[in-house]
């Protein structure tokens, strides 16, 4: 039964983004950009995926249902979970409030230094490099506006 709704699923997933491609190939550059760049990879996995269940032979074993930890208490489960949760939450709402601009170099900082415990420097280096690689690649070579957050419209 795995196998079959593996091949299913694979070959579903094969069509849509195969679809995407396709249709997308002949638009302008900015217009397909998006859609290529995320449509050949998952069409070329999915791909991977159907000759995998096709030529693939059969497992030794069953394999394991998906688990958070086996060591772990249920309460540091939760616990880990909420944080993660409240990370992408406050990082949407970093975008509504301020924009992509200035939530992505914020939420870069913030992460490294509050949650990964890095160094001031490190924090730093990184998250300029960050924001350069986002600003060059968006701004200045695809020159893409993102739209201002409610609190930057809101002051001007």
Sequence with gaps: MHSRASLA??????????????????????AALFPLVIGIPV??????????????????????????????????????????????????????????????????FLYLKLQGKEGWVFCAVFTAAVWLFFYGLFDRLLHLPFPAGWLITGFS
């Design 9 to 30: 699923l694979g070959l579903g997933i094969m069509a849509v983004s195969g679809y995407g491609v396709i249709a997308a190939w002949s638009w302008p550059w900015k």
């Design 43 to 108: 069409l070329v996995l999915a791909g991977v995926e159907v000759l995998w269940v096709i030529l693939g032979t059969s497992a030794r074993g069953e394999a394991e249902d998906f688990r958070f930890s086996h060591q772990l208490p249920a309460q540091e489960l939760l616990k880990r979970s909420a944080a993660a949760a409240g990370w992408i939450l406050g990082f949407f709402a970093a975008i509504v409030l301020l924009g992509f601009p200035l939530a992505v170099p914020l939420f870069v």
